[in-house]
T-cell receptor
């Protein structure tokens, strides 16, 4: 079982809709990251969270440490938001950091 | 400010050969991490270097190795290539670790 699970795997929505992508993890983490990957492979780091909520433009990321859950929200979605969104956890299990573990990604398509 | 530069962008190698990939981080960044991305496994962490020392290592066989030079440039080497090593290899740099990570465009390796 993957330690970082994302849902949904695929999401198609209309321009302007409010988008939510979920990420849950099964072990303790020191930080959780949201990444955006466009066709061709380029990856952009969107957020790094260890608690609470962060906002950047139309993007909002939240994390609930007790529930081991994070969400990425996109308000007023636009076709240029179409990409794969990946969450990644800085996991630790009883010792030092074990590196990053990634979710499988959510393939988002925003239709005009 | 120049971004993270990976060379080469594309590479075709034959089974059994070895390959070296290069990553030049953003100036001033001391941490370089490497990742493998395949359609089946998604993104997986390979290793992280900080100030010329390997700080974290993912669950990959010893055929995968890396190093970091005093100018923070990093190389990763894969020996005795297998067909399953075909993947997009990404590196990311950050000032001290995983905060504010910046990704390169990746090297797409095809093993035939």
């Amino acid at each position: 079982k993957n330690e970082v699970e994302q849902s949904p795997q695929n999401l198609t929505a209309q321009e302007g809709e409010f988008i939510t992508i979920n990420c849950s993890y099964s072990v303790g983490i020191s930080a959780l990251h949201w990444l955006q990957q466009h066709p061709g492979g380029g990856i952009v780091s969107l957020f790094m969270l260890s608690s609470g909520k962060k906002k950047h433009g139309r993007l909002i990321a939240t994390i609930n440490i007790q529930e081991k859950h994070s969400s990425l929200h996109i308000t007023a979605s636009h076709p240029r938001d179409s990409a794969v969104y990946i969450c990644a956890g800085d996991l630790y299990s009883g010792g030092g950091a074990d590196g990053l573990t990634f979710g499988k990604g959510t393939h988002l398509i925003i239709q005009p | 400010k120049a971004g993270v530069t990976q060379t080469p962008r594309y590479l075709i190698k034959t089974r059994g050969q070895q390959v070296t990939l290069s990553c030049s981080p953003i100036s001033g960044h001391r941490s370089v991490s490497w990742y493998q991305q395949t359609p089946g496994q998604g993104l997986q962490f390979l290793f992280e270097y900080f100030s010329e020392t390997q700080r974290n290592k993912g669950n990959f066989p010893g055929r995968f190795s890396g190093r970091q030079f005093s100018n923070s440039r990093s190389e990763m080497n894969v020996s005795t290539l297998e067909l399953g090593d075909s993947a997009l290899y990404l590196c990311a740099s950050s000032p001290q670790g995983w905060d504010e990570a910046f990704f390169g465009q990746g090297t797409r390796l095809t093993v035939v």
